[in-house]
T-cell receptor, first 117, second 110 residues
Framework: DAGITQSPRHKVTETGTPVTLRCHQT?????MYWYRQDPGHGLRLIHY???????DKGEVSDGYSVSRSKTEDFLLTLESATSSQTSVYFC????????????????FGQGTRLTVV | KNEVEQSPQNLTAQEGEFITINCSYS?????LHWLQQHPGGGIVSLFM???GKKKHGRLIATINIQEKHSSLHITASHPRDSAVYIC????????????FGQGTRLTINP
């Protein structure tokens, strides 16, 4: 299995509190992603990173921020959690192949189930 | 309209049946992934394809880049194959971001 771990795996938090989810990889992959998975919506990209300190927004970035100070860690922060952010969050990593711009492999973490009450 | 469409959305079959899940996409891609997710579980990449066909055990994946279509086949299906299967494409223009289909929920009954 690829070396990618998410923490925590489960969390219940109250509306209005800040929450940080951590994704840690040991593969030295350049690209890291945070997705949320909701019934009826599939996987949707929140934010992604293409290098240390290089991040960009995905399709559902409102209410979320990210940081990547080291290759191996990608943090997702909910500044002030809301019930609409109750979801399962997946981190993924990927790397380009010999052709440069082509992602040739992708690995996913086990997911974090977040409940905002 | 989603850029990636899977069919069927749900599929129930008997053990031993031959299973086909389809994925159509509307953008130019550099590669396509087939992913598997068991209930309550993580997501595992089964195949990455950029052309032709790949086989791993009872799983076969094919892709036709010109027709923008891929299929995942399972031969001699087994209850442990019950999972959600997700097609994800890597658009040529998309800064390394995967675009996902909605998933196909497969249930294999003994």
């Amino acid at each position: 299995d690829a070396g990618i771990t998410q923490s925590p795996r489960h969390k219940v938090t109250e509306t209005g509190t800040p929450v940080t989810l951590r994704c840690h990889q040991t593969e030295n992959h350049r690209y890291m992603y945070w997705y949320r998975q909701d019934p009826g919506h599939g996987l949707r990209l929140i934010h992604y990173s293409y290098g240390v300190k290089d991040t960009d927004k995905g399709e559902v970035s409102d209410g979320y921020s990210v940081s990547r100070s080291k290759t191996e860690d990608f943090l997702l922060t909910l500044e002030s959690a809301t019930s609409s952010q109750t979801s399962v969050y997946f981190c993924a990593i990927s790397e380009s192949g010999e052709r440069g711009g082509v992602v040739t492999e992708a690995f996913f973490g086990q997911g974090t189930r977040l409940t905002v009450v | 309209k989603n850029e990636v469409e899977q069919s069927p959305q749900n599929l129930t079959a008997q053990e031993g049946e031959f299973i086909t899940i389809n994925c159509s996409y509307s953008v130019g891609i550099s590669a396509l992934h087939w992913l598997q997710q068991h209930p309550g579980g993580g997501i595992v990449s089964l195949f990455m394809l950029s052309s032709g066909k790949k086989k791993h055990g009872r799983l076969i994946a094919t892709i036709n880049i010109q027709e923008k279509h891929s299929s995942l086949h399972i031969t001699a299906s087994h209850p442990r194959d019950s999972a959600v299967y997700i097609c994800a494409v890597i658009p040529i223009q998309g800064a390394q971001k995967l675009v996902f289909g909605q998933g196909t929920r497969l249930t294999i009954n003994p």
